[in-house]
């Protein structure tokens, strides 16, 4: 198995531009997590789906964040419109139930000028 | 709401020398896992702790679960530059809380 995959690996936008981040799950995985890491505030977690339901979305900053999960092997981070501040790297995680071991993606690194 | 803290937040270590990260939880938890995390990479799964009292081992590193299953700690002895990296506890009820890692830095 290739992991958990996340596309792209580095993104470098400007202020107010619409940014959308994707990730593609483990096979047979049924939750999945999205967090954010910043030497400010840690690894947080924004939301997270099980059975492509969204669960728990308690942690998403604002509505400018959205998440989707349109079916069982894709997933997808949109922030719109981005802001300086939104800066960091985002990791997507999946696991077989949402208390079990977590495999994370290497992540992707966003950059908001 | 559920929090798991982590201490120390940073430790510098001597290369050869021992030391202990400690994971605290506001709850009681059904099971804590650790990950770690080295620089540049992303968090990965170290081991899972389920029962009271728990004592596991992973060559140098020793993982126990309190009695009460509210805390935990991490034990590496004789460390070594392979040890670089941010240690993270999670502690599960319903759901995974990371605490906020320790850092551990190694002077050779």
């Known amino acids: 198995d290739a992991g958990v995959i996340q596309s792209p690996r580095h993104e470098v936008t400007e202020m107010g531009q619409e940014v959308t981040l994707r990730c593609k799950p483990i096979?047979?995985?049924?939750?999945l997590f999205w967090y954010r890491q910043t030497m400010m505030r840690g690894l947080e977690l924004l939301i997270y789906?099980?059975?492509?339901?969204?669960?728990?979305d308690s942690g998403m900053p604002e509505d400018r964040f959205s998440a989707k999960m349109p079916n069982a092997s894709f997933s997808t981070l949109k922030i719109q419109p981005s802001e300086p501040r939104d800066s960091a790297v985002y990791f997507c995680a999946s696991s077989f139930d949402n208390y079990n071991e977590q495999f994370f993606g290497p992540g992707t690194r966003l950059t908001v000028l | 709401g559920q929090q798991v803290m982590q201490i120390p937040q940073y430790q510098h270590v001597q290369e050869g020398e021992d030391f202990t990260t400690y994971c605290n939880s506001s709850t009681t938890l059904s099971n804590i896992q650790w990950y770690k995390q080295r620089p540049g990479g992303h968090p990965v799964f170290l081991i899972q702790l389920v029962k009271s009292g728990e004592v596991k081992k992973q060559k140098r590193l020793t993982f126990q679960f309190g009695e009460a299953k509210k805390n935990s700690s991490l034990h590496i002895t004789a460390t070594q530059t392979t040890d670089v990296g941010t240690y993270f506890c999670a502690g599960s009820d319903y759901k995974l809380s990371f605490g906020a890692g320790t850092t551990v830095t190694v002077r050779a």
């Open positions: 789906f099980n059975n492509n339901v969204p669960i728990d």
């Open positions: 096979s047979g995985h049924n939750s």
